[in-house]
């Protein structure tokens, strides 16, 4: 295993000015997580990636390229031996061990992912035995990619949709723990990515893109970045897909009926072409993409989309079925709010989505009684829905350790890897403080830590310990939905603006033990459907609350007499309302596990 001075050293960095950006994250390894929901998450995950058989999932590599299994079984779900676009899953899996590796030093996480990288090598190394073009590297034969040029594949294969996760994968191994055998593997495959591609026609290329293809000109995009070779530009431009760019260019809704996550990582690949080129077309496309998904397609939790497609603008309250909100376009969409927000960080609408999709639709995608965090594809929003029910594919459960391996758990290993990575930001003057969890920053650059405790959603205080010394900024988002916010730095009032919707700004000269203390005072408020008013679901500050329903079934919203809801417990989210003339208890949906619930009610009346 190599010292973590040694892999250090190989760490690359961007080096194509990055056009637009003004605030950026920090490195992962800087920021952790302390007792939370969220760390609890973090956990069951990470149990996951460090029991997963690593020669399983190196099955369908091996065969392909005509290497031994080792003896390993294949494994079932969307990784079987026969289905079209498996080893679709196991860039997630490099990502989120460089995730671990990154936050806790994790050596089994590292040596995992460098033990499957050097495997992955072994597999592209032998593709003359196998037959393929120097660089191919996938689970299924490079004959997919032929019957795709040639319109003629039928059996549902999305060939570069699983390669792109390959590759980001790799440039995650890359770039987070700076294997450079990951650097190789990868720039060899953008370069059979290059050689497909650059013999098509532009209008053949355009026909191809209407296949999924994940974000390829994003990780294109960040190649070029961190290698300056324009090739990679020109590569990653060639899957701009016209039929979708140019209305979203245009400022036009034309989502309906779309394949949703099939576009998500579109956008978030013109916005890293903005930032790699400064063309501010694919700024307008990204934060057109943005602004009508949010606006107009998205639900009160914070996900979007029913039975995987994009549906009219604002039809809400007419899709509440159990197959809304696939958990991938969600996990793609703060991506993409990510990088719009560094591209203009005095906004805080992008920060105030992040956070609504990230408690209400994230974290309470995971079942947190299953050690391995297993997830939920879809987060039913019927009434009387439940998680973990449906797809059919999942055998209408949470999915399980072998026999699964669908989008959704791909990226949910991702998403409860890499909790830490936009809670601080940073630019030359300012700390940016865009949520609240108990953590610590270690902001080795000025030499300051930053401690944050709280509760956090089930209190609306947190506290943040300064330890170091300097002058600078700290930048407190302070959110659309509360009122009346307090900030306090050492007991005493701050005397600085804290309106809601606006960053708070701290401009002080920082002593050690210096105490920022915000409180953002929460009040319960509808979240009406687009399509309906009277359709609406009811939150708490941040946090959606739910019905709890036990297993009894609704057919249709109950009707909730608004009035009538009452906090219960002082400490606690527990709440009671009246629906249907009977008492309901309420709390975070988040927290609605194994039983059923409602989230969209017809309201009556008005919050006391
Ligand atoms: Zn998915």
Redesign the pocket.
């Known amino acids: 295993m190599a010292t973590l001075s040694a892999m250090a050293q190989d760490i690359p960095s961007i080096i194509v000015p990055q056009a637009g950006v003004s605030a950026h994250p920090f490195e992962m390894r800087q920021v952790s997580l302390s007792n939370s929901r969220w760390l609890d998450n973090q956990n069951r995950t990470l149990n996951y990636l460090k029991f997963v058989d690593v020669d399983r999932l190196l099955y369908n590599f091996r065969t392909t390229h005509r290497l031994s299994t080792n003896g390993a079984r294949a494994n079932g779900g969307w990784d079987a031996p026969d289905f079209p676009f498996r080893s679709h899953t196991q860039g997630h899996f490099l990502t989120a061990w460089a995730h671990c590796y990154a936050v806790l030093r994790d050596s089994t996480c590292q040596q995992r992912a460098t033990y499957f990288i050097a495997e992955l090598a072994k597999c592209q190394s032998n593709n003359n035995v196998a037959g393929f073009s120097r660089g191919y590297l996938s689970g299924f034969p490079e004959s997919e990619f032929s019957a795709l040029e040639a319109g003629k594949l039928s059996n549902g294969n999305v060939p570069y949709y699983a390669v792109h996760k390959t590759m980001a994968g790799l440039l995650d191994a890359w770039r987070i723990i700076g294997d450079t055998k990951a650097r190789d593997v990868l720039l060899a495959l953008a370069g059979w990515v290059d050689g497909r591609t650059g013999k098509l026609s532009s209008n053949q290329m355009q026909t191809m893109l209407g296949t999924e293809f994940g974000g390829m000109n994003d990780v294109l995009a960040n190649i070029y970045q961190l290698t300056g070779d324009k090739r990679w530009l020109t590569v990653a431009q060639r899957f701009d897909h016209a039929a979708v760019f140019n209305p979203l260019a245009s400022n036009q809704d034309q989502l309906n009926g779309l394949h949703a996550?099939t576009q998500v990582p579109k956008w978030i690949g013109a916005s890293r072409e903005y930032t790699a080129t400064g063309t501010k077309r694919y700024l307008d496309i990204a934060s057109n993409a943005w602004d009508f998904t949010v606006g107009a397609h998205t639900y009160a939790i914070g996900g979007n989309s029913q039975a995987e497609h994009f549906r009219p603008p604002n039809a809400i309250a007419g899709y509440l079925n159990k197959d809304t909100a696939?958990?991938?376009n969600t996990y793609n969409m703060l991506k993409l709010t990510r990088d719009l927000w560094a591209m203009n960080p005095s906004a805080t609408k992008y920060f105030d989505f992040y956070e609504r999709a990230l408690i209400n639709h994230l974290l309470g995608a995971q079942n947190p009684s299953d050690s391995h965090g297993h997830i939920t594809?879809f987060t039913p929003l019927n009434p009387g829905g439940r998680r973990g029910v449906g797809p059919a594919w999942g055998g209408g459960t949470w999915s399980t350790d072998y026999e699964s391996f669908?989008?959704?758990q791909g990226?949910a290993l991702e998403t409860n890897t890499k909790l830490m990575d936009s809670i601080y930001w940073h630019n030359d003057t300012s700390l940016y403080v865009n949520l609240f969890t108990s953590s610590t920053l270690n902001w080795s650059q000025r030499d300051v830590k930053i401690t944050q405790t709280t509760t956090y959603p089930i209190s609306d205080t947190t506290t943040l310990q300064v330890t170091g010394t300097g002058q600078w900024n700290m930048l407190i988002r302070i959110p659309a939905w509360t009122s009346a916010a307090e900030m306090r730095v050492n007991g005493q009032p701050a005397n600085v603006a804290a309106e809601p919707g606006t960053y708070a700004v701290l401009a002080r000269t920082w002593q050690p033990g210096d105490e920022v203390t915000i409180k953002l005072p929460m009040n319960l408020r509808t979240v009406p459907a687009n399509d309906n008013p009277n359709i609406a679901a009811l939150a708490y500050g941040p946090v959606v609350l739910s019905g709890n329903y036990g297993s009894s079934s609704l057919s249709s919203p109950p009707t909730l007499a608004l009035d009538s809801v009452r906090k219960v417990s002082g400490d606690g989210l527990v709440f009671t309302g009246m629906a249907d003339g009977r008492e309901v208890g309420l709390g975070p949906f988040y927290e609605a596990q194994g039983f059923n619930y409602n989230v969209y009610w017809a309201v009556r009346g008005r919050l006391g």
Do not use: K, L, V
């Open positions: 996550n696939e958990q991938c594809y669908w989008c959704c990226t």
